[in-house]
Nanobody, 121 residues
Framework: QVQLVESGGGLVQPGGSLRLSCAAS????????MGWYRQAPGKQRELVAT???????NYADSMKGRFTISRDNAKNTVYLQMNSLKPEDTAVYYC???????????????WGQGTQVTVSS
């Protein structure tokens, strides 16, 4: 089992910045990748950004250039730095971990509880 604890959400003005944090604990040794997803009202959950065990990053096109995903290995924590925020970025943001289960030759996916980000004047 992997536990993910998120923090950093809140209310911010358009054009402002927030940094989300996701601390992982439990059976973290086989985590292959972690990422951030978001779900806006009335919409499906969508990819924001991912970072692999090797440090490779991937971003959704609408976030590229504004958002940055990073890691702090000593703290087992992944961050999402969000700059130039827009009202359309308003959503619940979820942390995700993909864990390789060798005995079943597949990945398990774990999710945090979600943190609300609201961009409004």
């Amino acid at each position: 089992q992997v536990q993910l604890v998120e923090s950093g959400g809140g209310l911010v003005q358009p054009g402002g910045s927030l940094r989300l944090s996701c601390a992982a604990s439990g059976s973290i040794f086989n985590i292959n990748a972690m990422g951030w997803y978001r779900q806006a009202p009335g919409k499906q959950r969508e990819l924001v950004a991912t970072i692999t065990r090797g440090g490779s990053t991937n971003y959704a096109d609408s976030m590229k250039g504004r958002f940055t995903i990073s890691r702090d290995n000593a703290k087992n924590t992944v961050y999402l730095q969000m700059n130039s925020l827009k009202p359309e970025d308003t959503a619940v943001y979820y942390c995700n971990a993909a864990v390789w289960i060798a005995t079943m030759n597949r990945f398990n996916s774990y999710w945090g509880q979600g943190t609300q980000v609201t961009v409004s004047s």
